[in-house]
T-cell receptor
Framework: DAKTTQPNSMESNEEEPVHLPCNHSTISGTDYIHWYRQLPSQGPEYVIHGLTSNVNNRMASLAIAEDRKSSTLILHRATLRDAAVYYC??????????????FGQGTTLQVKP | DAGITQSPRYKITETGRQVTLMCHQTWSHSYMFWYRQDLGHGLRLIYYSAAADITDKGEVPDGYVVSRSKTENFPLTLESATRSQTSVYFC???????????FGPGTRLTVL
């Protein structure tokens, strides 16, 4: 299974942009890049996903490197409610029918007021 | 309310007892998943199901049993609980043909 590498923790100031990096140098051509986040004492929630092109939605933007070996989740204006663990996940290429997700350690984002 | 629910939310049991964690979803999603999350770690897949009566093992299935007689329910049973099964358990579901998984609020299980 292709693996992702994320920093253990990051800090941000409220109302400033946050760039959360993820390295996935062994990504295969059909792996989608997914981001989930887990707020304290809650289950993970979907944030965004993409394959090759940059993606935007109401929660965040996903910037994918041209060689697809890295990606960056961008929160345009961090709020205190964005403090969470952010997981960068590659959809298991061997399980395209099941959609199994392999979670790593994630990045713990702290947002300071 | 529509969504995915888990019960109980908290459970304390003793070593050797049988425990069943319930998961119910109101969307009629085909796929359902059980994960466990240990303190300071990411989620690990225990079992998943593609449809009613179709289940398969994930990364850490030992000590667990699942069933899926109805699309909306996916119970997870610990036949003889051990202290190493103390964890937070999350259930999730997804629509066939999409990748997005929707997670329940979790069940915190303590085995004494």
């Amino acid at each position: 299974d292709a693996k992702t590498t994320q920093p253990n923790s990051m800090e941000s100031n409220e109302e400033e942009p946050v760039h959360l990096p993820c390295n996935h140098s062994t990504i295969s051509g059909t792996d989608y890049i997914h981001w989930y986040r887990q707020l304290p004492s809650q289950g993970p929630e979907y944030v965004i996903h993409g394959l090759t092109s940059n993606v935007n939605n109401r929660m965040a933007s996903l910037a994918i490197a041209e060689d697809r070996k890295s990606s960056t989740l961008i929160l345009h204006r961090a709020t205190l409610r964005d403090a969470a663990v952010y997981y960068c996940i590659l959809r298991d290429a061997g399980s395209s029918n099941t959609g199994k997700l392999i979670f790593g350690q994630g990045t713990t984002l702290q947002v300071k007021p | 309310d529509a969504g995915i629910t888990q019960s109980p939310r908290y459970k304390i049991t003793e070593t050797g007892r049988q425990v069943t964690l319930m998961c119910h979803q109101t969307w009629s999603h085909s796929y359902m998943f059980w994960y466990r999350q240990d303190l300071g770690h990411g989620l690990r897949l225990i079992y998943y199901s593609a449809a009613a009566d179709i289940t398969d093992k994930g990364e850490v299935p030992d000590g667990y049993v699942v069933s899926r007689s109805k699309t909306e329910n996916f119970p997870l049973t610990l036949e003889s609980a051990t202290r190493s099964q103390t964890s937070v358990y999350f259930c999730a579901s997804r629509i066939s043909g999409t990748d997005t998984q929707y997670f329940g609020p979790g069940t915190r299980l303590t085995v004494l």
